[in-house]
């Protein structure tokens, strides 16, 4: 009767009464088990039932009465509303480590307390949220300074702006302004700069318009200010995908994302870790399906979530209209009758994917790309040389241009050169292809945003030497076979061609070793002891100036997966991978072998002996530890034919300027000149 009457409980149904609680009902199969009981009672003892208990003791009631006693306060209690209680500091000595802003009198204020360590990256984040909120609303602000006490170092370096307004800002003309504008004033004159934006995880933003070398701000040598225009390009649609059957991602599975007029705009592949895949994309409604060719035939969508369309749907779309990040889930599964087909097999040649992570200008500069008429897909897989490189700065773009004519003058293969946009300047992406037009080659300029599951680098060098190893496998077109990456400040003397061609017997990539034979550097080889030493064992520890990798091989055997992991394992210890993009493959070289090339691919005087500079077939300009001697002063010492390409090159951009000019349009090489002023120093 109690249960039917009182609880209102029917029969098969189960519940659980603990001091006046009801807990359940039950499922079917669901338990409520010893240890249940046992965490039951310490809830309720840590509320305050152990309080009441006490109180009650005091009374000097009898243990049955008690108890009925102890069950009803504590129950009315529990159902009472609970108000959080707030408790004020004072601080007597807190004159030095509290800001403090005072309200608006006789208003109505929110009373806002932030504890802060000053020297963080969060600290420098919050501080101008805090500037903002008083503006917007009325505060009684205190900021409590939480320093560390001992530091080891200075642990920030950076000055930091975050644009936010607290309005909408008008021109006088009555016309809303361009934009908001980060500011920085009173900056140290004698520091060497960077500019880098810290933008939401699914935004693409790039340089679009700059005077000066981003990169290498020095204040003593500008005159005015330096000011730097940049552009919200895409925003990314990103996802993961899900193998139903065996609940593994589909590597090396590919997605288009389109619209109804064009349904082929962009294309991915899926990586192994987490299924991840990534998209350009801008607001409107897209349509994901999978490629045409093996991902069509072998798999098909059987579910997706976090979509615009329903989750059986076989067209997914996506609609983009936010500036938030847009995730999704797809489930894919093998087709009956493919169901031990694999994605990756020796014959599958997929052609001309990634159209949006190859990302070349527009129709016009496609048109020019190369230099003229565009040879057909059949032609260009024939025979091409696929060169990667990466620059930032206004002076290692000049040592880039330098490098691919130096490659240019060696072969007599078509060339085909891959830029990573991400750091480039605007100048360069403004006079690339008139560099490809008077050269005759072929290029294409790739852009992928760093994973956010992907433990983050701050500063932009460990960036870029992240991209030159962590993401090859999702950089190219599946049609390219074989990338051969050149550092910007090398110079080639012998045709690629053949380093391509190179057997790498069985591994996904080679790199030529450290040199050995200048022994006055003995002290400076890092990797003959300790760790390295240990680890290497009988092997040798690799530069990644140059190196070949055969992407098949690489994508085959999941490489950029694995060294994504060792990278998330390795990279959270911040004495790790300090020179990243050759630590990590030489770390790894136990799971993904390394193919060592002849010593003669790469000469670099600060390792090698003078006897072998005679049969080198490139020269890499790397930093001498001993010396310090700076690169331009270095490359015209060291390699004669240096300063005729780099003549060359100046003629060409100085035409360039010229017609740019006739036009009284601002030049790009305008832009150049004056960097180059500022290298020859």
């Not at 701000?217 to 649609?237: D, M, P, T, W, Y």
């Not at 991915?268 to 994309?281: D, E, P, R, S, W």
């Not at 003058?409 to 008139?434: A, M």
């Amino acid at each position: 009767l109690f249960c039917r009457d009182v609880l209102n409980l029917r029969p098969g149904q189960r519940a659980v009464i603990g001091n006046g609680r009801i807990l359940g009902l039950f499922e079917e199969q669901e338990e409520f088990t010893m240890e249940d009981f046992h965490l039951l009672e310490r809830i309720t003892l840590s509320g305050s039932a152990e309080k009441v208990k006490t109180k009650v003791k005091e009374m000097g009631m009898k243990p049955k009465h008690a108890s009925d006693l102890v069950m009803k306060v504590d129950a009315l209690l529990a159902a009472a509303p609970k108000g959080e209680v707030r408790r004020d500091f004072h601080f007597k000595d807190a004159n030095s480590s509290v800001l403090q802003l005072a309200p608006r009198e006789n208003e109505v204020f929110y009373d806002v307390v932030a504890i802060v360590d000053p020297l963080t990256r969060e600290a420098q984040k919050i501080s101008s949220l805090l500037i903002v909120l008083s503006q917007v609303v009325n505060v009684r602000l205190q900021v409590f300074m939480n320093c560390r006490a001992k530091l080891s170092e200075m642990p920030l370096k950076s000055f930091y702006r975050f644009v936010l307004e607290s309005d909408v800002t008008f021109l006088a003309n009555e016309t809303v302004s361009s934009g908001p504008v980060a500011r920085f004033t009173e900056l140290p004159e004698s520091l060497l700069l960077t500019l880098n934006m810290i933008t939401p995880e699914s935004w693409m933003v790039q340089a679009v318009s700059s005077l000066h070398d981003l990169d290498n701000i020095h204040l003593q040598e500008v005159k005015g200010v330096v000011a730097a225009e940049f552009e919200l390009e895409h925003l990314l649609l990103e996802g993961h995908c899900f193998d139903l059957s065996t609940g593994q991602p589909p590597r090396g599975l590919q997605f288009t994302l389109g619209m109804s007029r064009d349904p082929l705009m962009y294309d991915t592949i899926v990586m192994a870790n987490l299924g991840y895949f990534q998209l350009k994309a801008n607001p409107g409604a897209w349509t994901l399906r999978l490629r045409k060719g093996r991902s069509e035939d072998i798999y098909e969508i059987i579910t997706h979530d976090g979509t615009d369309s329903p989750a059986d749907a076989g067209d997914v779309i996506v609609v983009l209209n936010s500036f938030h990040s847009k995730i999704i889930k797809v489930k894919v599964q093998k087709k009956a009758e493919n169901i031990n087909e694999d994605l990756l097999s020796e014959t599958s040649e997929s052609k001309g994917i990634w159209d949006s992570i190859v990302s070349v200008w527009s129709t016009f500069e496609k048109s020019i790309t190369g230099g003229g008429a565009r040879k057909d897909d059949g032609d260009k897989k024939e025979d091409v040389l696929n060169i990667f490189s990466v620059a930032s700065g206004h002076l290692y773009e000049r040592f880039l241009r330098i490098m691919m004519l130096s490659v240019l003058r060696h072969t007599n293969t078509p060339v085909k050169f891959w830029f990573l946009k991400n750091y480039l300047s605007p100048s360069f992406k403004e006079t690339i292809s008139h560099m490809a037009k008077s050269y005759g080659f072929q290029f294409e300029l790739v852009q992928y945003k760093w994973p956010r599951w992907l433990h983050q680098q701050t500063e932009k060098q460990r960036i870029i030497w992240g991209y030159k190893i962590l993401f090859l496998d999702v950089l190219f077109p599946l049609a390219v076979d074989k990338i051969i990456f050149v550092d910007a400040d090398q110079i080639v003397r012998a045709d690629l061609k053949e380093l391509r061609d190179l057997d790498l017997e069985g591994a996904p990539y080679g790199y030529t070793p450290f040199c050995d034979s200048r022994r006055e550097m003995d002290g400076y080889r890092f990797w003959k002891s300790g760790y390295w030493a240990s680890h290497l064992g009988h092997r040798r520890y690799h530069i990644s100036a140059l190196y070949v990798v055969d992407l098949k091989k690489f994508r085959k055997i999941a490489a950029g997966d694995r060294l994504r992991g060792q990278y998330q394992a390795l990279s959270q210890d911040p004495n790790s991978l300090s020179n990243l993009d050759q630590d990590l493959p030489n770390n790894m070289i136990h799971q993904v072998a390394i193919q060592s090339l002849p010593q003669d691919w790469l000469w670099c005087e600060t390792w090698c002996d003078d006897s072998s500079k005679a049969t080198a077939k490139t020269i890499d300009l790397c930093n001498n530890p001993k010396t310090k001697e700076p690169k331009l002063m270095a490359a015209a010492r060291i390699v004669p034919e240096w300063v005729e390409y780099d003549n060359e090159i100046k003629e060409l951009l100085g035409r360039v300027q010229g017609e740019a000019g006739a036009t009284h349009n601002p030049s790009p090489s305008q832009h150049h000149k004056a960097d180059t002023r500022r290298d020859e120093l």
